[in-house]
């Protein structure tokens, strides 16, 4: 932070992008706030919402209800409508669910909401760790990027999985099913970029990856999205979905995004659907 500081000592313009990233308790915020506090222009970019007080951000404003107050906001809705991102189709997947815990034997649909939040995330993770419901789900993706690729012969799928292992599991459904080889990406592997850019200009179909593509990945070509993580935040959520919404000049056609019927799942989906309607 001194450094920078010192290259500031004349009247200064700062840009900070992905300022998300800058909570006012991270190593990031105070940084940033030691470096540049004294300057007098900073323009703060982000492509993520991040909506809460809980963990504030760096020189961001907030209103009474916790949302950001931003100064200029081009949102998804206004994206779609230039056609510089492409719609969304969501599709829940419901199941009934069979899990165990200390109380016993639990079975419920997937999108009870009337169960407890511990009931709930328990539920998730046993559904995203049951061999029927995801290859279920694989199937149904596997034949909409056949579909997509009548039209656009590059078009792929890209599945978020919950960790490495899972990640692996995932992979050996889709080449089960789907009779192709998934790339694999994930952080611990040290060619994980090299893997990442290889997918990026080849023809393959899946993309399975651990958190590894959710922010700042740019591969246009990725059309269909299975989100079988068990995180229900938006955050990740939107996240996720932003990267199936690429333009790449052929077509400004649907995504299709499939997940899990949790009722906190579906209402991010709603959210997304309503930012979209206005």
């Not at 504030?56 to 056609?83: M, S, W």
């Not at 012969?153 to 960790?163: E, H, K, Q």
């Not at 952080?187 to 200009?201: P, Q, T």
């Not at 906190?264 to 997304?272: D, V």
Request: hydrophobic share 40%; aromatic share 6%.
């Amino acid at each position: 932070p001194a450094a920078f500081r010192r290259l500031a000592h004349v009247p200064t313009l700062v840009v900070c992008d992905e300022i998300h990233h800058a909570g006012d308790e991270s190593a990031w915020g105070e940084s940033l706030r030691q470096a540049f506090d004294h300057v007098p222009h900073r323009l703060h970019l982000s492509g993520t919402p991040f909506r809460t007080l809980r963990t504030p951000v760096t020189y961001v404003r907030y209103g009474a209800d916790g949302v950001v107050e931003a100064d200029y906001l081009y949102g998804y809705r206004q994206a779609i409508v230039e056609g510089v991102a492409r719609p969304v189709v969501c599709h829940p997947h419901n199941a009934e669910v069979v899990w165990c815990d200390d109380a016993g034997e639990h079975r419920q649909q997937l999108s009870d909401g009337k169960s407890t939040i511990e009931h709930q995330r328990a539920r998730l993770r046993a559904a995203l760790a049951d061999d029927g419901f995801v290859t279920a789900m694989v199937k149904q993706g596997d034949e909409l990027v056949t579909q997509l690729r009548r039209r656009d012969p590059d078009a792929a799928g890209f599945i978020a999985a919950m960790s490495v292992k899972h990640a692996r599991w995932i992979a050996s459904i889709v080449r089960r099913m789907a009779g192709a080889h998934p790339v694999v990406v994930v952080a611990e592997d040290n060619d994980a970029d090299e893997h990442l850019a290889r997918f990026r200009g080849n023809k393959e179909r899946w993309l399975v990856a651990v958190r590894k593509v959710s922010e700042g990945v740019d591969v246009p070509r990725l059309r269909v999205e299975l989100y079988l993580t068990n995180s229900a935040t938006d955050l990740l959520f939107r996240q996720l979905v932003g990267r199936i919404v690429r333009v790449d000049g052929k077509d400004r056609e649907p995504s299709y995004v499939l997940f899990p019927a949790d009722p906190r799942l579906l209402e991010l989906a709603r959210a997304l659907e309503a930012d979209v309607l206005g």
